[in-house]
């Protein structure tokens, strides 16, 4: 079973611009969520998609949005991008249903906002 | 609010035990997570527990919970220096059992 897939690996951007990211969930899995990680904040919570639908929301301004593909696949997208928002940002895939919440983790993208 | 708080960094030498300890606050948790991220790589789970269990064993790997004092650990015998990586604890947000809490992750070195 292929694993969580993200692209692109790396991105540079500079300020004010926008960027799309990209995730394809493990086959089977209709869940998929977003998380950007920082060294000094660690691990936070950005959304969740389920069967196309935002079911959870973390503390992030508007700027940062997703959405969710009928095939499941996820896409993140940052507008008006900030120095700030440099991050490494990881998606998840699991299968949504309740229970236990075993999350599978793609390698990331590596923004970068010059 | 919620917190998952670890210590940042330990060092080992290898083929001696590591013991990584978490701390939590949502005593209702159902499951606690260890993963492991290796440098320029995604999280890995590296195992979990059910939170009606006191240890979990899998392999080299040990995981006690206290559920009285809301501590975790994660033991790791014979490390190697494979091991090295950063090690997340998290539970899952006590309103919402989608969305899961963090630590700031601990840093394991292993020294031949």
């Known amino acids: 079973k292929a694993g969580v897939t993200q692209t692109p690996r790396y991105l540079i951007k500079t300020r004010g611009q926008q960027v799309t990211l990209s995730c394809s969930p493990i086959s089977g899995h209709r869940s998929v969520s977003w998380y950007q990680q920082t060294p000094g904040q660690g691990l936070q919570f950005l959304f969740e998609y389920f069967s196309e639908t935002q079911r959870n929301k973390g503390n992030f301004p508007g700027r940062f949005s997703g959405r969710q593909f009928s095939n499941s696949r996820s896409e993140m997208n940052v507008s008006t991008l900030e120095l700030g928002d440099s991050a490494l940002y990881l998606c998840?895939?699991?299968?949504?249903?309740?229970?236990?919440?075993?999350?599978?983790f793609g390698p990331g993208t590596r923004l970068t906002v010059l | 609010g919620e917190d998952v708080e670890q210590s940042l960094f330990l060092s080992v030498r290898e083929g001696d035990s590591s013991v990584i300890n978490c701390t939590y606050t949502?005593?209702?948790?159902?499951?606690l997570y260890w993963y492991k991220q290796e440098p320029g790589a995604g999280l890995q789970l590296l195992t979990y527990i059910f939170s009606n269990m006191d240890m979990k064993q899998d392999q080299r790997l040990t995981v006690l919970l206290n559920k009285k004092d809301k501590h975790l650990s994660l033991r790791i015998a014979d490390t190697q220096t494979g091991d090295s990586a950063i090690y997340f604890c998290a539970e899952p947000n006590a309103g919402n059992n989608r969305k899961l809490i963090w630590g700031l992750g601990t840093s394991l070195a292993v020294n031949p």
């Open positions: 949502d005593s209702s948790s159902t499951y």
């Open positions: 998840a895939s699991s299968s949504g249903l309740a229970g236990n919440n075993e999350q599978f």
